[in-house]
């Protein structure tokens, strides 16, 4: 069994964070739409979530 604490941080983390190609638009979500949200075009999202400490292990890594 998992603790509350523990299973929240694993639901957080199991969603990743990501990037349209066309506009930059960035959400968090298990795979990203067919359709950006922002753009209403169908575009290539890049998965931005931050897995390496330098980055702090939260949010996205503003470099890519």
């Known amino acids: 069994m998992v ?3 523990l299973k929240e941080t ?3 983390r199991k969603m990743g964070e990501w990037k349209c190609q066309k506009c930059g638009y ?3 979500a298990d795979k990203p739409p067919e359709k950006c949200p922002a753009c209403k075009e169908k575009c290539d999202f890049v998965d931005v979530t931050c897995y390496i400490p330098d980055c702090g292990q939260t949010g996205g890594d503003k470099r890519l």
């Open 26 to 28: 960035t959400l968090q």
């Open 10 to 12: 694993y639901e957080v």
């Open 3 to 5: 603790s509350g604490r």
